[in-house]
């Protein structure tokens, strides 16, 4: 039969305030970490990344908290634009041993901002 | 800023038909990926590509797909003959080193009619 596309989590937020995207990951293995910004028609665009020997991690108005317990990441987002509304992915993967990189991505959020 | 380039943006085939996708990695980049996404869903995985050979491919990686990087500048992607569920984006990417972050390219839109 015909598939049918997932349907996203979303988050819709005024200009300002802050989000939170969340993820959970499947691998226990997987020990580096991405958050990607994919805007309509376009690439999947590097946000932050963080390794499973932090649980924090801070950039340019984006923060990512990973807990390896219960295989969670997010992505904090201050003061949000409305530049920033696109589809938000997690991606996990393993950064050495017989891993040649594969990122495997999670379902993604639509982010929307307001103004 | 350093950037994967892919060609064409928008490809329309007939069913059957073989199409060459095609993308020029970050030119000091050692690893080389092709993933696929479906309007509405999320990234997957279906090939990577290391020391001129195939490293990993996933199950959506059958007989019909191949890849070269015949030149060591340019990494196709080439399905021999194209299924109306081979319609996607089609994104390539490259790392200079596992554990460092992904640069992808902007992606080919394939539409088989």
């Known amino acids: 039969g015909e598939s049918v596309g997932l349907h996203l989590p979303t988050l819709s937020v005024q200009e300002g305030d802050n989000s939170i995207i969340n993820c959970a990951y499947s691998?226990?293995?997987?020990?580096?970490f991405i958050w990607y910004k994919q805007e309509s028609g376009k690439g999947p665009q590097f946000i932050i990344d963080?390794?499973?020997?932090?649980d924090k991690r801070q950039g340019q108005r984006v923060t990512v908290l990973l807990n390896k317990t219960v295989k969670h990441l997010s992505l904090q987002i201050a003061a949000t634009q409305p530049g920033d509304s696109a589809v938000y992915f997690c991606?996990?993967?393993?950064?050495?041993?017989?891993?040649?990189?594969?990122?495997?991505f999670g379902q993604g959020t639509i982010l929307t901002v307001h103004p | 800023e350093p950037e994967v380039t892919q060609t064409p943006s928008h490809q329309v085939t007939q069913m059957g038909q073989e199409v060459i996708l095609r993308c020029v990695p970050i030119?000091?980049?050692?690893?080389f990926y092709w993933y696929r996404q479906i309007l509405g869903q999320k990234v997957e995985f279906l090939v990577s590509?290391?020391?001129?050979?195939?490293?990993?491919k996933s199950e959506i990686f059958d007989d019909q797909f191949s890849v070269e990087r015949p030149d060591g500048s340019n990494f196709t992607l080439k399905i021999r003959s194209t299924k109306l569920e081979d319609s996607a984006m089609y994104f390539c990417?490259?790392?200079?080193?596992?554990?460092?972050?992904?640069?992808f390219g902007s992606g080919t839109r394939l539409t088989v009619v």
């Open positions: 963080i390794r499973s020997n932090m």
């Open positions: 991606a996990e993967t393993g950064a050495g041993g017989t891993s040649y990189g594969k990122l495997t």
């Open positions: 691998n226990s293995a997987s020990d580096y």
């Open positions: 030119s000091n980049h050692l690893y």
């Open positions: 590509f290391y020391n001129n050979e195939i490293s990993e």
């Open positions: 990417a490259s790392i200079l080193d596992r554990g460092r972050p992904y640069t």
